[in-house]
């Protein structure tokens, strides 16, 4: 199933349905891989496991030299926080259950793959899952990122970026 993912994108999903479970979501949402996507850009993984996962006594590190944050520090913050606010709190779910996609997420994953092979990428990355996102239909994540100054012109100009770091930068 992860073949066509960047070691970094498969972050993503697995914060993303942690993130959902916490939660008390049935599914996995497209603002949970969001927020997971800006947790990853910011190096800031174990944050978000011990964030939502109180028990969580593990270090979660992450390496990935040669890389640029998209985000800039201070939009992440905020984007953070209201994503938070948006997903919103429930009763946990156990780690253990199967938690599948939404079918927006799965739109999602599936525009972000659609976009990668169109541009000849040999794997998804998660500013791919943003662009996905930015351009699917409107939706209250949309909106928060665009109220964030997020727009989809940028994001396509950083995976062109993106496009010429060597992949074991990914």
């Known amino acids: 199933m992860f073949e066509p993912y960047s070691n970094r994108a498969i972050r993503v999903f697995f914060t993303a349905r942690h993130l959902a479970g916490y939660s008390g979501s049935e599914g996995i ?56 606010i948006l997903i919103g709190t429930g009763e946990p779910l156990p780690s253990h259950i199967d938690m599948p996609l939404t079918l927006d997420a799965r739109r999602m994953i599936d525009a972000a793959h659609e976009l990668a092979v169109t541009h000849g990428a040999k794997l998804v990355l998660p500013l791919q899952l943003l662009a996905a996102a930015l351009g699917g239909t409107e939706s209250q ?30």
């Open 29 to 84: 949402r497209t603002e949970h891989l969001i927020l997971a996507m800006i947790y990853e850009d910011q190096s800031r993984l174990g944050e978000a496991m011990e964030d939502y996962l109180p028990d969580f006594e593990g270090s979660w590190q992450q390496s990935s030299p040669m890389r640029t944050a998209f985000f800039a520090p201070e939009v992440a913050a905020r984007l953070i926080q209201d994503f938070k």
């Open 141 to 170: 994540s949309n909106a928060i990122l665009r109220a964030a100054g997020i727009e989809i012109e940028a994001v396509q100009k950083a995976i062109q970026i993106t496009d010429v770091i060597p992949p074991s930068a990914t």
